[in-house]
Structure formats: structure tokens, C-alpha cells
């Protein structure tokens, strides 16, 4: 008797630890992988695996992860660092990825650019996942969704995401069972390269606003961040990235002056250095001026990595074995990336395709 009630209670934990498995790999293999023109929604996945010992982090949206390259920041300054960045990325979005990173390491410099101070509430579900489904869990990601959350969405979804994504069937491609143990690696340090370049030509004038005063949730996540790194020991440093849209008011910047000075902090309005930095939008932006290519952001960087080694005081790390060999590789990926996307622009201008 004994043996058949074992019998039995085995068979129930298999069929219920099969079950699992099945849904599992349902989810699996129907959450966007990223792989396409959305990649973005790849890269906070792939801080993880690095190893946390950056002297700079970069949080942020898309105004981060185009417009900076970790690589040259390291070639010619010595200096090692991280892009957290994401589509469409909300303060409290960055407030909290900035949360978690602290519990993984320290850095010297933390960036934040401030452009997304112009959202006070949650936006779409689509930009919050670009972010939120590339988290660990943790405290950090429970309170980031439950910040970014618009009406329709519902947090179980979030922690079983197959209730979001079941009826996905009809949009399956191939790219879903290519990548679905494994992806390829889209950011170079969280970097988001483009070699290619569209002028900037028509750039809309911003339209006149009721009111240009930031809200006071973005406030209130401002006023966390910078009290968070000050309890890190971790400086503080705010930009305006150097993107022509969407546009940059002089009332919003002149807040952003106003707060960095009553709270001691460095703010940096790159938009207003883009001739000193030597930025032409005629060839520095793929897409029209919303985000710099690869000349641009390598311009960007070279003229930043002058302001955090000589205002920030970051030394170069350059004679550290292990840390330079890494960056050796790296380097080696970052050229052979720039070798590969260069010739494949060549083919299509010769193809016309």
C-alpha cells in the first residue's frame, strides 16, 4: 500500500515538474527576442555578465546608449565603463536600475541624462518591457514596474509574462527559435552602434508649451537619485545629450542649471557644445539628428572623457593586466563590428538595395 502512495505522489511531482517545463518553454519561446529592429530591448540584459567594476555608469534612454562609446572612453582615457541604457527609459526607470546597480559595484561616476525629466507618468507597455523584462528580479525591478505600469497593464504579467505574451502564435518568426536558448550580443558595453548617416535636414522647431515646469514625480525621482548617491559615496554627474530632437526647451534647461547648482552637482548641456566638440549633423547622426552614428558618438566621447578625467579627476587604469587584456578583446570586437557594418553598407549602396 505503501509503495503504490508512492507510486502515486512520484507520478503527480513528474507530470506537475513536466508541466512547468512545458510552459516554460512556452514563455520562452514567446517573449520578443529583440533580435531585429528593436534590439534595444536586448541590451539591460546584458550588463549581468560583466564584470562589475566600472569607474563610470551610464543611465538613461536612447540619448545614452547611441550617443556614448564605452570603447573610446577606455582607448583613450584609461577609463572603464558601462551604458545602462534603454528605449524610451523614465527617470524612474533609471532611479531604480541605478538602485540595483549599486548593490552589484560602485562607481566612481554615475551619468544621467536628464531629457526623460520631461515624462511624469508611465507611457506605453512596450518601452516599459524594453527595460523591465531585461531585469533580474529584485526589490529593484518589483518597484520599477509598479512605478512604470500604465492602466492596462497588470504586474502578474510581469512575473509570468506567457499571460502577456500567449497569443503571440501568429507572430512567431524564425528569429524566436534561433535565439531561443541563446542571443547575440547587441551593445558593446551597452553601446548601440550605427556607421550609417542621414543628415539632419527639417528639424522641427519645439511647439510653444502651457506649461514648462517638470512634474513633481519626475522631481521626486531626481531628488532620490541624487540622494542615493550621495549615500553611495557614488558623484552625480547630469548631461543633456547633443540630439536636435525630440527638442530641448531653454525653460527645461534652465531647471535642470537651477537644480545641479542647489544640490552641488556637475550639468553638462552637450547640446549647446556641439560645435566645440566638432559635431556635424550632416554626417554625425544616422537617423536625422535624434541620435548620433558612430563618428558622432566617438566625437562626443573623446571631448566627455576630457571632462571626467580632468572634473571628475578618473585616472587611467590602462596598467591593469586583467582589466586591459579584457579591453583588448573588446576592442577587437568593436572594430571588427565597425569592419562588418561598414561593408555591408558598401554592398548595399553598390546593390542598391
Known amino acids: 500500500m505503501k509503495a503504490k502512495r508512492k507510486t502515486r505522489v512520484a507520478r503527480v511531482l513528474i507530470t506537475g515538474i513536466l508541466i512547468l517545463a512545458v510552459l516554460a518553454g512556452l514563455q520562452r519561446l514567446l517573449m520578443p527576442k529583440y533580435m531585429g529592429a528593436d534590439r534595444e530591448g536586448s ?3 546584458e550588463y549581468y555578465p560583466q564584470d562589475k567594476d566600472h ?10 546608449y ?5 570603447a573610446v572612453l577606455w582607448e583613450e582615457y584609461g577609463i572603464n565603463s558601462y551604458i545602462r541604457g534603454s528605449a524610451q527609459q523614465l527617470i524612474w526607470q533609471s532611479y531604480y536600475l541605478a538602485e540595483e546597480t549599486f548593490t552589484y559595484e560602485k562607481p566612481k561616476v554615475l551619468v544621467f541624462n536628464v531629457l526623460s525629466m520631461e515624462y511624469n507618468e508611465p507611457q506605453r507597455e512596450s518601452y516599459n518591457r524594453m527595460t523591465l523584462d531585461g531585469m533580474r528580479w ?27 505574451y500567449h497569443d503571440r502564435w501568429s507572430q512567431l518568426t524564425g528569429d524566436d527559435f534561433t535565439y531561443f536558448w541563446k542571443k547575440d550580443k547587441v ?40 540622494q542615493l548617491c550621495e549615500k553611495e559615496g557614488v558623484e552625480l554627474v547630469l548631461i ?14 534652465l531647471q535642470i542649471e537651477e537644480y545641479a547648482r542647489e544640490h552641488g552637482l556637475k550639468y553638462y548641456n552637450l547640446l549647446d557644445a556641439a560645435e566645440e566638440i566638432g559635431l556635424d549633423y550632416r554626417t554625425d547622426t544616422y537617423d536625422g539628428g535624434l541620435h548620433l552614428n558612430l563618428s558622432g558618438a566617438e566625437k562626443l566621447t573623446r571631448y566627455f572623457g576630457n571632462i571626467l578625467q580632468t572634473e571628475c579627476g578618473l585616472e587611467s587604469r590602462k596598467e591593469e ?9 573588446k576592442l577587437k570586437e568593436y572594430r571588427e563590428e565597425i569592419r562588418r557594418q561598414t561593408q555591408e553598407l558598401e554592398n548595399s549602396r553598390t546593390t542598391g538595395r
Open 43 to 45: 541590451m539591460i540584459s
Open 55 to 64: 569607474d563610470v555608469i551610464f543611465i538613461g534612454d536612447c540619448e545614452v
Open 66 to 70: 547611441t550617443n556614448f562609446s564605452p
Open 138 to 164: 529584485s526589490p529593484a525591478k518589483v518597484k520599477s514596474i509598479l512605478a512604470s505600469m500604465t492602466e492596462e497593464e497588470s504586474f502578474l504579467e510581469y512575473v509570468f509574462p506567457i499571460l502577456r
Open 187 to 226: 551593445s558593446f558595453n551597452g553601446y548601440y552602434m550605427r556607421v550609417d548617416a542621414l543628415a539632419a535636414e527639417n528639424v522641427p522647431e519645439g511647439r510653444p508649451l502651457g506649461d514648462y515646469r517638470f512634474g513633481e514625480n519626475a522631481y521626486a525621482y531626481l531628488d532620490k537619485l541624487t
Open 240 to 253: 543633456k545629450a547633443p540630439s536636435l530632437y525630440p527638442y530641448w526647451y531653454e525653460e527645461w534647461d
Open 321 to 329: 593586466t586583467k582589466l586591459a587584456e579584457q579591453w583588448e578583446t
